[in-house]
């Protein structure tokens, strides 16, 4: 069964904005529960809509001219059915939902004023390096030697480095990694950033001031060469200031976690602050910042291919699995949905495997259908 993917962004970003219906809610969070590559794209635009471009986008666009646009195009772009009508809310909320849903979900380049906006419809299965010329560049998983203009890009065994004649700090690249992949960037000043699966970091090519800073979401694991400068990451909903550490980030839920390893890192949202110590876990939650103990083995074994649940959900793991190996699993029995299990997930292994491990251990059984979507009953 295929899924709307383009219905699910319009969905979010009504949900967003407060003007969703409780029909269409209920209809997002079936399509969320049941179908992984759903509420994948559900944390994308998520992602997108609290981002500063998105911001600084509607700051410049949303005059009467662009939106009488832009609603134009929007109706004309929408095939299954009216998502938004311009009568069902208020028209400040109208305004800014319509740009979202145009900036996020739009399918070809527009007219006029907005075509310096860069379209966001990638490869769903290939890492992709958007240079400051909005240049987007498919990285594979073997050696590749790139020029593009006065950067050399090299690449071998999922890893990135780059050299750069730039000294411009405002030449920002982004890399993003989606599902069932993993990428290692070496930045400009040697620190190591290992990006897990459905992430986004966006980087100076050049670090130059005061300070070093770079943007996160999804998960990653860092390694911060020391310097007089601090290092500072930027997350979704928290900022991380450090001199030169490891650490583990991890956006993918509502909760953001830091994960310290070695050195010191200072966590700060809007209304708190942290100084986090070695072994201890920051989890940021509606502002407030709390701190515990990690199970190192647990929080880092992605990097080792390794990826341990521990008593969740048949649902949950569905999302899991997704991220790992880039595949769509669902559900079809509600009863099958809410068994739980713990366990390890090996990258290594096919998914096939580890469905034959939870099909012995839970009772349960599955199949794939001929679009190549597993189903669990």
Sequence with gaps: MNIDLELIEQLVIKEFYGII???????????????????SRQQEVKRKLESDELK???????????????????????????????????????????????YITRRDVPDGNMTGIASIVLPKD?????????????????????????IHISTETNVLTYQTKTTNKAD????????????KVYLSDS?????????KMTFPLQFSGDSREITISGEAFMEVKPRTEPFIVHLPKGTIQVLGTSFNVNTYDEEERISLVSGGVKVLSDD??????????????????????????KVLGWRNGEYEVDNLTIREICKVLFRIYGVNVMVDNDQVAEL????????????????????VTNYINYFRDSEGVFHIK
Excluded at 25 to 35: I, P, Q, S, V
Excluded at 83 to 89: E, H, L, R, Y
Excluded at 191 to 199: G, L, W
């Design 21 to 39: 219906t409780e029909e269409e809610k209920a209809e997002l969070e079936d399509a969320t529960d049941r179908f992984p590559e759903a509420w």
């Design 56 to 102: 600084s986008y509607l700051e410049e666009h949303t005059d009467e001219e662009q939106f009488l646009k832009l609603t134009q195009r929007i109706r004309q772009n929408q095939r299954r059915r009216n998502i938004v009508t311009i009568s069902s809310f208020a028209a400040a909320a109208a305004v800014l939902c319509f740009f979202a849903i145009w």
């Design 126 to 150: 290939t890492v992709i390096l958007e240079l400051p010329n909005e240049q987007k560049i498919l990285l594979g998983d073997g050696r590749q030697q790139i020029n593009a203009g006065n």
């Design 172 to 183: 920002l690249a982004a890399i993003t990694v989606p599902a069932g992949k993993e990428y």
């Design 191 to 199: 620190s190591i950033v290992h990006m897990n699966s459905m992430s």
């Design 272 to 297: 708190d602050s942290l100084m986090l110590k070695i072994g201890r876990e920051a989890v940021i939650v509606e502002g407030a910042i709390k701190d515990h103990g990690f199970d190192k083995e």
């Design 340 to 359: 739980r299990f713990s366990g390890k997930i090996k990258r290594s292994k096919s998914i096939e495997s580890f469905l034959n491990g939870l099909k």
